[in-house]
DNA sequence: AGCGTGACGAGTA
DNA sequence: ATACTCGCCACGC
């Protein structure tokens, strides 16, 4: 208990569940909006993008991904610089020294204008002390 | 009540 | 890989 920032009091709208649920998200990860939802066993990804767009500044909502890895073009532009600092592995990218650039004449394919997380190495399972902290939201939804 | 609108997802062509 | 459909579901008019 106590290594995770105070939950505010219950009870929880959904949407306010579904951002706390987003900020256990570390950096160089993600989730698909449906796996968010699915965390809380309650709502569905189109409530859980609705909640990422209304979420506070603070809020990792660059994490927070559609099922394919990508987000709409005028959010991947500002989410293109969080990947790079935070190392999350986009597709296309070499994931050890085997760089195969498909692309030839054309450079690294990397963090383009408009970026794709690899889900399938990038996606968050939540560990132990994460579950807790689920259990306790779901527990407190209204 | 109906109807349009989304930071969605899966299936199909 | 792209485009389009359909299902989904809370919100607001």
Redesign the pocket.
């Known amino acids: 208990m106590g290594t995770f920032p105070d939950l505010p009091p219950g009870p929880y709208?959904?949407?306010e569940a579904l951002v706390l649920a987003a900020q256990l998200v570390p950096p160089g990860h993600a989730v698909?909006?449906?796996?968010l939802a699915g965390m809380l066993d309650a709502?569905?990804?189109?409530?859980?993008?609705?909640a990422?767009?209304r979420?506070p500044d603070g809020t990792g909502?660059?994490r927070?991904v559609?099922?394919?890895g990508s987000?709409?073009a005028s959010?991947s532009a500002r989410a293109a610089p969080h990947y790079a600092a935070e190392g999350t592995p986009l597709?296309g990218q070499a994931a050890g020294s085997l760089a195969a650039t498909p692309t030839g004449t054309l450079g690294p394919p990397d963090a383009g204008p408009h970026p794709r997380v690899d889900l399938a190495r990038a996606r968050w399972a939540p560990d132990e002390a994460a579950r807790a902290v689920l259990a306790e939201l779901k527990a407190r939804l209204g």
């Open positions: 709208e959904l949407s698909s909006y449906g796996d709502g569905g990804p189109r409530q859980a993008g609705r990422m767009s979420a909502w660059w927070i559609r099922a394919d987000l709409p959010l597709t």
